[in-house]
């Protein structure tokens, strides 16, 4: 008995089986385009294919007719992108008759299938000229929000037909209304000692915003380049220092009472005196710290208002260690001799610190910037 259940199983499912790849299933179902290409797919492979020779002329008549019946609605329709509803029934009418017309068995069931190039190439630019329409008349709201809008249907337009005539200037118009125009002021420091390593810290502020590509209408520039280009502005953003130290340093001193026993102290006729053996041991820890404050502040220049204000802080600490000792070097252990031949190094240039302490600030500035601007 279990013997024939599964012999029933198998053959249920190579019927289901042959079902889907002869495009069967698919026609019931009423998915006709899949019908036809299934049914394609199989004569292509078995062209005497009793079932896939049936689906494929029945299939084939009913796709070809749901497609020009919705091309016949979409035409009624008041929708301005109608159009590339149009484009995408004509569009699937030429591909399906291309799949039968590349399968010399498919073409005895369904001789001429119908293609519909001239139609589809007015759709196509019926199509553009529905989007170039709706660009201009988003871009005449004349809101930085609308110019995206507008923006967007010329892309699409320019995507659908590239060569209809004036669109570059209508997406080049579009963008610019769309752009928000910021100019970013370089980061104020009350020190002429500290000039150098604040132009670094500002150079790399400058390189990052030259490369921004975090929004694409959004668009930043330096005081010098908005003077050149005489640029109206939508927003300042304000960078300067409310404080900072530099060079602070500490130094601490830890003592160590260091013993270790059985070690060789000497040696006599009977062999070696073993022995305890004592150190005082010191190690010094000095840090040098370096830190600073930077106000980050976005202001609406139409409006004055203060959009964004955010204090980053900044810390970098320099740390040396070395040690000296007292008594029996043998009382120490490898890496505690190891540090008493070091020496005490001198810290960084205080320009270098400065540099220093400003990275972790530079790191929040780009996330603000990155976050904040991220919405328009």
Same mark, same amino acid.
């Given at each position: ?19 889907? %790849? ?22 292509? $492979? ?58 010399? $068995? ?13 139609? !589809?190439?007015?759709?196509? !630019? ?94 930043? !520039? ?5 003077y050149k280009q005489k640029l109206r502005a939508d927003q300042l953003v304000e960078l300067h220092f409310d404080d900072f130290v530099v060079g602070q340093t500490y130094v601490k001193e830890r003592v160590e009472k260091l013993k270790r026993d059985s070690v060789v102290i000497g040696e006599d006729r009977r062999g070696k005196i073993y022995g305890t053996v004592t150190a005082t041991y010191s190690v010094f820890e000095k840090q040098v710290s370096s830190s600073g404050l930077l106000n980050f502040a976005v202001i609406d220049l139409n409006t004055n208002k203060v959009l964004r204000n955010q204090k980053l802080a900044g810390t970098y600490v320099w740390v040396d260690n070395w040690a000296s000792y007292k008594g029996d ?10 540090? %008493?031949?070091?020496?005490? %190094? ?31």
């Amino acid at each position: 008995m279990k013997t024939i259940s599964r012999l029933r199983y198998f053959l249920y499912l190579s019927i289901l089986f042959v079902g889907c %790849t002869t495009g069967k299933n698919a026609l019931q179902k009423g998915d006709y385009d899949a019908a036809v290409e299934k049914a394609v797919d199989r004569l292509r $492979s078995s062209p005497q294919n009793k079932e896939a020779m049936q689906v494929l002329p029945a299939a084939f008549d009913l796709a070809i007719k749901t497609h020009l019946r919705k091309v016949d609605e979409a035409k009624l329709s008041a929708d301005a992108l109608k159009w590339e509803s149009i484009l995408y029934h004509y569009q699937k009418i030429n591909q399906l008759s291309d799949d039968v017309n590349a399968c010399p $068995s498919c073409l005895n069931l369904v001789p001429n299938p119908p293609k519909y190039v001239k139609a !589809y190439e007015d759709a196509v !630019y019926q199509a553009a000229e529905a989007r170039y329409l709706l660009g201009e008349k988003a871009l005449r709201v004349g809101t930085r929000e609308s110019a995206k809008v507008a923006y967007n249907h010329f892309l699409k337009a320019q995507n659908l037909y590239p060569a209809m005539k004036g669109l570059n200037e209508k997406i080049d118009d579009a963008y610019w209304a769309a752009v928000l125009k910021v100019v970013v002021q370089p980061a104020r420091i009350n020190s002429n000692t500290y000039k150098l390593s604040n132009d670094y810290f500002q150079q790399q502020i400058s390189n990052y915003l030259a490369t921004y590509r975090g929004n694409t209408f959004v668009r930043f !520039y330096t005081e010098e380049e908005a003077y050149k280009q005489k640029l109206r502005a939508d927003q300042l953003v304000e960078l300067h220092f409310d404080d900072f130290v530099v060079g602070q340093t500490y130094v601490k001193e830890r003592v160590e009472k260091l013993k270790r026993d059985s070690v060789v102290i000497g040696e006599d006729r009977r062999g070696k005196i073993y022995g305890t053996v004592t150190a005082t041991y010191s190690v010094f820890e000095k840090q040098v710290s370096s830190s600073g404050l930077l106000n980050f502040a976005v202001i609406d220049l139409n409006t004055n208002k203060v959009l964004r204000n955010q204090k980053l802080a900044g810390t970098y600490v320099w740390v040396d260690n070395w040690a000296s000792y007292k008594g029996d070097d043998r009382a120490l252990d490898k890496q505690q001799y190891a540090l %008493t031949r070091k020496r005490e %190094t001198m810290p960084p240039p205080p320009g270098n610190l400065f540099v220093e302490f400003t990275k972790p600030i530079y790191a929040q500035l780009i996330d603000q910037i990155s976050g904040f601007y991220s919405r328009y």
